[in-house]
């Protein structure tokens, strides 16, 4: 290990990593992560469909001409929004059944089974008690979202099996339906035991309210609060933006969605009118917003500037797996799409990603909030399209500001030199990890 | 060498980023430019008088039943122009609420055409303040018993419709004959209102509610007099739409508290409108 890192960071955060790679939850977490790409990989694309091209506030539906009737496009639209969120939208579950089956299987139970059960566990917890829509489900839950909350049920799911049944035996009964039915009785016991559980959770405990609470916290923190100090203001954007990053690594929410923009902040439309009387960015009352700082210069390709990471790999990596996935997971990078990239690699979760996840976006809004302090660039004060690229919001938002634009290029450029080394530590450190799965640490399935 | 091989992704990924960028870029500056001639304000509120002897509080109870009943959130403003033209506040307005309800009250709150004419100048005052205050540029009108009158001298005297849109407007027994039965005994007013008639917004959606009690009025304003409305809008306006309400509480002044109302007033003043969220598809999953 020392031969492969020379500097002393590079080795502490490579022997953290690998301490935290013996923690039970991070092998389930990674095997759960790459199992559900496939289905984030189709969903992003589709999403792009869906939310960039076809909606009318997308990126691309504002160029295209009014379809609002037409029935083809209405088919069509509606076809995207059923697969896109049966799979963007209902990874969740995918992941409780791989959480929960891998889980079952390294304590040799009935992974089958077990996987089974933890998806129908979390349809239940997710499930809306209405008597006008039966069969309705809190889609947070089930989204990309809530993939901590799934991976975390999956693994209890799985723990409940360890617990409450006893081992698979090995041999085989000689016919089928005999086989079939030991399965299910030795499971049995605990499949009763978790749906149980998740009945008396979804009936006691409004899920999405409390799931949501820190977020409706923040979401109001961040419209209602304003200061006239800059300084306050630069820290308050920062610390939402902290948050929402945060929250996204871990596979949860925040306040700022890189695909709605706001439009509510107080400040926002102080600047707009502004800019509409004035008819120049230049001078807007407000320098620092949230648009102005994290939407434009914090989320190239999404939260956590994942494009500046793709690109990086493009530049420095010899993966070939890294170099796929970066492949696939471009053109949804580019509307602010991450699911994919953050999935595949993976970065969720992936504690060699964290620093650069966070410092390349707080790096990039320091720099931003530096030269709009200073008056080299206008703030982006005018509505964006859902989707705009992350490299052309600010240049966009601005009303074609060369200045911004020559900001937001060197704000990628330092992106990508802030997540280069981290690649390479990645790279090493999964060698490593080959190696340990090769000798037979945990079965890759 | 690997880098080698890959940079043909990172040409390709510039030459889409350009590609994207330029016609978005010119759409951006032609949006920015229809923008700049007309503010863009998510706000679309609704603009509520009261009718004769009332004053700004007469729909505190309405909008604690919409809030309560459809699960929304409304703020409620509300407004007192004095006889000295100064105005009054109580209430707010939350921040990104974009349907607030806005009610402008009088001091002077007397019946008369005399009257009428003086609050429709006071509330032009009111709405010229609003429209600075919140930037919006468009909305929805409400107007009980008298104050449907003064909404539609108002659109008639001061309303500019080159600048705002007014979406919808909703009244409730608005007596565009006054106490006439017989519309074709035409009071003064009504004949001023059919004179002026031409300046009245074209695009305008029009909904007279009448409440009748024995088919001929509702305990104070006759049917006809109601009904006279159809000779100032009829093909003028966008659509004109009258509709009787009969029942218990359809008399003058229980009206609006009405359940029948208070799904139409739901319907044509909130949930029906081109600023409204509800018709986009849900945002989530983000």
């Known amino acids: 290990m020392n031969k492969l890192f020379t500097n002393k960071f590079e080795r502490s955060l490579a022997k953290i990593t690998l301490k935290l790679q013996q923690l039970l939850f991070y092998k389930i977490a990674q095997k759960t992560l790459f199992m559900i790409f496939p289905f984030v990989l189709i969903g992003s694309f589709l999403k792009i469909i869906q939310a960039v091209i076809l909606s009318k506030e997308g990126f691309i539906g504002t160029l295209l001409p009014d379809f609002e009737d037409n029935w083809l496009v209405n088919s069509i639209i509606g076809v995207t929004n059923n697969l896109s969120n049966l799979t963007l939208g209902f990874v969740s579950v995918l992941a409780a059944f791989g959480a929960a089956k891998y889980t079952a299987k390294h304590f040799k139970r009935d992974d089958q089974l077990a996987g089974l059960t933890s998806m129908v566990a979390l349809l239940i917890i997710s499930y809306i008690y209405s008597k006008a829509q039966p069969l309705s489900f809190h889609n947070n839950l089930l989204s990309i979202r809530g993939t901590l909350f799934a991976i975390l049920l999956g693994m209890f799911v799985g723990w409940i099996f360890k617990q409450t049944s006893p081992e698979i035996p090995h041999k085989h009964l000689p016919n089928f339906t005999s086989n079939i039915l030991q399965r299910t009785f030795i499971s049995l016991r605990s499949i009763l035991i978790v749906i149980l559980i998740a009945a008396l959770f979804s009936a006691l405990v409004n899920v999405a309210y409390y799931s949501h609470l820190p977020d409706e916290f923040m979401d109001s923190l961040a419209t209602n609060y304003q200061s006239n100090n800059s300084g306050i203001e630069f820290l308050k954007i920062s610390g939402i933006a902290l948050y929402t990053i945060i929250m996204s690594f871990l596979g949860w929410s925040g306040p700022y969605s890189p695909l709605d923009i706001e439009k509510s902040d107080p400040n926002i439309l102080d600047n707009l009118y502004y800019a509409l009387n004035h008819h120049t960015a230049w001078g807007a009352p407000h320098d620092l917003t949230s648009n102005s700082l994290y939407h434009a210069f914090a989320t190239f390709g999404g939260a956590g500037s994942t494009l500046a990471l793709i690109i990086a790999i493009f530049l420095v990596s010899r993966d070939p797996d890294f170099q796929t996935v970066a492949k696939w997971t471009m053109i949804p990078s580019v509307f602010n799409i991450n699911s994919g990239i953050m999935t595949g690699i993976p970065v969720m979760f992936n504690i060699v990603f964290l620093i650069p996840f966070i410092m390349a976006p707080l790096i990039s809004m320091l720099i931003a909030a530096t030269a709009l302090s200073l008056h080299l660039m206008p703030p982006c004060v005018y509505p964006i399209p859902s989707g705009t690229p992350g490299p052309l919001i600010a240049f966009i938002g601005t009303n074609g500001s060369w200045q911004a634009l020559i900001f937001t290029l060197i704000d990628i450029v330092v992106s990508v030199y802030i997540y280069i080394p981290f690649v390479k530590i990645a790279e090493k450190l999964k060698k490593i990890d080959n190696l340990a799965i090769e000798e037979g640490d945990i079965d890759g399935q | ?286």
């Open chain 2, 1 to 286: 060498m690997a880098n080698k091989r890959n940079f043909k992704y990172l040409v390709f990924l510039a030459l889409f980023l350009v590609l994207l960028g330029i016609p978005s870029y010119l759409w951006n500056k032609n949006s920015v430019k229809t923008m700049a001639g007309r503010y863009n304000s998510p706000m679309s509120p609704i603009i509520m008088i009261p009718g004769s002897s009332a004053s700004a509080n007469r729909f505190d109870d309405l909008v604690k039943t919409i809030n309560s009943k459809y699960g929304e959130h409304h703020s409620l403003l509300k407004l007192t122009v004095h006889t000295n033209d100064k105005i009054t506040y109580s209430g707010t307005i939350k921040a990104g609420d974009t349907r607030p309800f806005i009610v402008v009250g009088f001091q002077n709150n007397n019946d008369g055409y005399d009257n009428i004419k003086k609050q429709a100048r006071w509330f032009s005052i009111a709405f010229d303040q609003l429209k600075q205050r919140y930037r919006f540029n468009n909305f929805n009108a409400f107007g009980h018993s008298n104050g449907g009158l003064i909404w539609t001298y108002y659109l008639e005297h001061y309303f500019d419709s080159n600048t705002f849109d007014v979406n919808q407007m909703l009244t409730v027994g608005s007596p565009y004959n006054f106490e006439e039965k017989n519309s074709n005994n035409r009071t003064q007013m009504l004949n001023d209102f059919i004179k002026h008639r031409d300046k009245l917004p074209a695009d305008l959606a029009y909904y007279s509610i009448a409440g009748t009690k024995l088919y001929t009025d509702d305990g104070i304003v006759p049917l006809g007099s109601v009904d006279s409305g159809k000779y100032i809008f009829e093909g003028i306006i966008k659509h004109y739409t009258l509709i009787t309400l009969t029942g218990d509480k359809a008399q003058h002044s229980d009206m609006i508290a009405n359940s029948q109302f208070i799904i139409l007033f739901h319907q044509y003043m909130i949930g029906n409108n081109k600023n409204n969220p509800a018709q986009t598809p849900s945002k989530n999953p983000r």
